[in-house]
């Protein structure tokens, strides 16, 4: 199932949101910049993700430019709030900035972090029309 979530661009022209989900995982993928407003948003989408019940909550870092401390914040309330549970978060393919960004301040020895070798992750993306539906609103 996949859930065309790309952020308004009139709201945030910087920052998007896609949701694929199946029932062992949600996978989340970002792009542009986490920061103050953005943040908002993720939180949004996790918190609904959370009270959905997915065992596993993937958030790919890839298509991050910018990652402030309030989306920093979010992962670990979102990670925290998942191992109560006895589920989790897992960040998938931070870039050099994300990594730094989780090493400066601890985060990379809390949170579980996949690198980009990793390819038991992905999710399966939309074929046929719904794919170019989805595709379209990407930005290129």
């Known amino acids: 199932m996949m859930d065309d979530l790309w952020s308004d661009p009139v709201r945030d022209p910087g920052f998007g ?18 920061d103050l407003v953005s943040a908002s948003h993720l939180r949004q989408v996790l918190a609904q993700l959370c ?4 065992p596993k909550i993937v958030v790919d870092l890839s298509g991050l430019e910018f ?12 990670d925290d709030q998942l191992r109560a549970v006895d589920r ?7 870039r050099r900035l994300a990594r730094r960004a989780l090493a400066i301040t601890g985060l990379d020895t809390v949170l579980t972090i996949q690198p980009v ?5 992905t999710c399966n993306r939309p074929r046929g029309r719904k794919a170019l539906l989805a595709n379209r609103n990407r930005p290129q």
């Open 17 to 34: 949101v896609q949701v694929c989900s199946n029932a062992q995982r949600s996978w989340v993928s970002l792009r542009g910049e986490l």
């Open 51 to 54: 009270r959905d019940g997915y």
């Open 67 to 78: 990652l402030g401390a309030v989306g920093l914040a979010v992962f670990h309330q979102v």
């Open 88 to 94: 989790q978060l897992i960040l998938y393919r931070p």
């Open 117 to 121: 070798t990793t390819r038991s992750l």
